[in-house]
């Protein structure tokens, strides 16, 4: 049974930072592109960040581009989402989620939220101003 659970989450002022992890089990990690995804109140569903499984490419929305940084460790099965100059316009809850790329090579990523294969349950990250 695949499982991803999403930890890290909760409230930081405007400016700050704040890391989310994602551990995953159940699934050969190394195979798998992940990504990150975030919902707004009242909003739907937004990708943030993806990376490839190798963790050789990375790609951001434009909204978090140069604030966010997400990254991988296979040996931990883990993914990670660094968040800076973090706005109230980042809150939201926040996803990881995991795409099966076995047969791409290890640059790939997916950005689609449908081409994702599963999901975690979100964890809240609030920005106050």
């Known amino acids: 049974q695949v499982q991803l659970a999403e930890s890290g989450g909760g409230l930081v002022q405007a400016g700050g930072s704040l890391r989310l992890s994602c551990a995953a089990s159940?699934?050969?990690?190394?195979?798998?592109?992940m990504g990150w995804f975030r919902q707004a109140p009242g909003k739907e569903r937004a990708f943030v960040a993806a990376?490839?499984?190798?963790?050789?490419?990375?790609y951001y929305a434009d909204s978090v581009k140069g604030r966010f940084t997400i990254s991988r460790d296979n040996a931990k099965n883990t993914v990670y989402l660094q968040m800076a100059k973090m706005k109230p316009l980042d809150t939201a809850v926040y996803y990881c989620?995991?795409?099966?790329?076995?047969?791409?090579?290890?640059?790939?990523?997916?950005?689609?939220?449908?081409?994702?294969?599963?999901w975690g349950q979100g964890t809240q990250v609030t920005v106050s101003s």
């Open positions: 989620a995991a795409a099966d790329l076995t047969y791409y090579t290890g640059s790939y990523y997916k950005i689609l939220e449908n081409e994702y294969d599963y």
């Open positions: 159940g699934l050969t990690f190394s195979w798998y592109g």
């Open positions: 990376i490839s499984r190798t963790g050789s490419s990375t």
